[in-house]
């Protein structure tokens, strides 16, 4: 349950599994506990966190970091359109850095 001081957000764990960036919630917390996760340039470790439209996360994605801006807050964990529809993307999806330069 959100805390009356916490209208229009949700818990970073739960909108990145509504956003289908994780497959359960039980991953999205371990992606912020390892501190994955970056909402508006700070770090974040707690899943916790109270995350509000217009926020800009930065997170891994595969091979890629994603840099996302929430445009509204899903209401629940629908199809993958519904979810996408949710943010915008912000870059193209920029390559993770690799430890081997390619010639």
Same mark, same amino acid.
């Given at each position: 349950?959100?805390s009356?001081?916490?209208?229009?957000?949700?818990r #970073?764990d739960?909108?990145?599994?509504y /956003?289908?960036?994780?497959?359960?919630?039980?991953?999205?917390q =371990?992606?912020?506990?390892a501190?994955?996760i970056?909402?508006d340039?700070?770090?974040?470790t707690?899943a916790?966190?109270?995350?509000h439209?217009?926020?800009t996360?930065?997170l891994?994605?595969?091979?890629r970091?994603?840099?996302?801006? /929430?445009l509204? /807050?899903?209401l629940r964990?629908?199809?993958?359109?519904? =979810?996408q =529809?949710?943010?915008?993307? #912000?870059?193209?999806?920029? !390559?993770? !850095?690799s430890?081997? =330069?390619?010639s």
């Amino acid at each position: 349950m959100a805390s009356p001081g916490a209208a229009g957000s949700i818990r #970073l764990d739960k909108l990145l599994w509504y /956003l289908r960036f994780a497959r359960s919630r039980s991953i999205a917390q =371990a992606m912020v506990a390892a501190g994955h996760i970056r909402l508006d340039g700070r770090r974040v470790t707690r899943a916790s966190v109270a995350v509000h439209a217009g926020a800009t996360l930065v997170l891994p994605v595969g091979e890629r970091i994603e840099v996302i801006r /929430l445009l509204s /807050l899903p209401l629940r964990r629908g199809p993958a359109p519904e =979810a996408q =529809a949710c943010y915008a993307r #912000l870059d193209g999806g920029v !390559p993770a !850095p690799s430890g081997a =330069a390619s010639s």
